[in-house]
Nanobody
Framework: QVQLVESGGGLVQAGGSLRLSCVASGRPFATHAMGWFRQAPGKERELVAT???????YYGDAVKGRVTISRDYGKNTLYLQMYSLKPEDTAVYYC?????????????????WGQGTQVSVSS
């Protein structure tokens, strides 16, 4: 059974930074693409960033230039470093694992999800 456990969320002031982590277990971390999505109240879940098994990345337009996705193969851990946070970044952030090696931008490209971690940005 694949498990994804996120951590690192919290309350931060606008302009601040946060680093989210996601520890994955249950299938080979190195051969699956991973992603970060977020969902704000009343809105659809949207892509933040995704990374292939080989490390190539893609970022959503709303966060491009303000976040960096990375993965540590030795620790089976996915990271999302966020900078220059804005109040509109407030959402629950979810880690996701794909059955594929190449990254995907749709929620349907992923088959396992973490429980989510809340990020709140105050103005």
């Amino acid at each position: 059974q694949v498990q994804l456990v996120e951590s690192g969320g919290g309350l931060v002031q606008a302009g601040g930074s946060l680093r989210l982590s996601c520890v994955a277990s249950g299938r080979p971390f190195a051969t699956h693409a991973m992603g970060w999505f977020r969902q704000a109240p009343g809105k659809e879940r949207e892509l933040v960033a995704t990374i292939s098994s080989g490390g190539s990345t893609y970022y959503g337009d709303a966060v491009k230039g303000r976040v960096t996705i990375s993965r540590d193969y030795g620790k089976n851990t996915l990271y999302l470093q966020m900078y220059s946070l804005k109040p509109e970044d407030t959402a629950v952030y979810y880690c996701a694992s794909s059955p594929y090696m190449t990254w995907g931008t749709r929620t349907s490209d992923y088959d396992y999800w973490g429980q989510g971690t809340q990020v709140s940005v105050s103005s």
